[in-house]
């Protein structure tokens, strides 16, 4: 049997970023119902700081299934779930091949495989109920935010995917301030932003449900918005990104801020 599988476990693990984290959740969502039936589970490992956020990923039906660790309590022969470990990825130069989210695909087909399932993910997207809902908590409290019209998500991103500079992204969002409603993730002065209502990732996604555009950094706040209800309802997403480009059509790829004046 697999090394990784301890009946009925799967030990599988991720010390990288948010956004990685999420991304596994959300096709460990996707298997959840197929494991259950079958009486097994993942115990999965990941830095203890994001145990929080990532879990509000999980669905509800999933809790039991998916059950989340700090990762210095992983075994040492758990699988490692990461985009760039070569050993359970034999295409790695597919990422700058085919669209990001096409890669994810192929990604967590190949974990399928290695966990031996016989299951295929066909899809990177994800549907969840409680999207709705937070949108919903989040009105309550802040009825003003229904007017939003764009989400910018200004993180700074963790794994060099994108070169970063305030000095060029600040004066591009407070232009973008002047024409439409708009929230920030990375605070700049005297603008709405998710960090001064201390919302999650999982509230970020819930945000983006409603957006008429996105203007995101690839980074983990972005992994929410990849959902059905998002990509159904907004017009256009801007990523910044660097040597990938996404393959829904709703998704452009950019490399400088400044290509987006014309644009707004």
Known sequence: MITFFQDPSF???NKYHLGDNVFNIIFFNKIGGYLKKRGWKIDYYLERGYIKQVGE????????????HGIEEKPDWG????????????NYELQTKIGFDSYYIYFFNRICEKMELGYVVMDLKYRDLDLEKRWNQIILKKPEFE?????VINSEPLSGQYRFQKSEWNPFIQYLHQKYKIITTLKVPNIPCTMDEHYSIKDIASISTKMKYIIAINTGPFV???NHDTLEH???????????????PKI???????ELYLSF
Do not use: M, P, Q, S
């Open 11 to 13: 030990h599988i693990y």
């Open 252 to 258: 452009h790829t950019l490399k400088h801020i400044e």
């Open 224 to 226: 929410g918005c990849y």
């Open 234 to 248: 907004v017009e256009k997403i801007f990523v910044f990104v660097n040597n990938l480009h996404f393959d829904h």
């Open 57 to 68: 990923f999980i669905w509800e039906e999933n809790r039991d299934v998916i059950i989340l």
């Open 79 to 90: 699988l490692e779930a990461w985009i760039n470990n070569r050993e359970l990825v034999k």
């Open 147 to 151: 007017n939003l019209e764009i989400l």
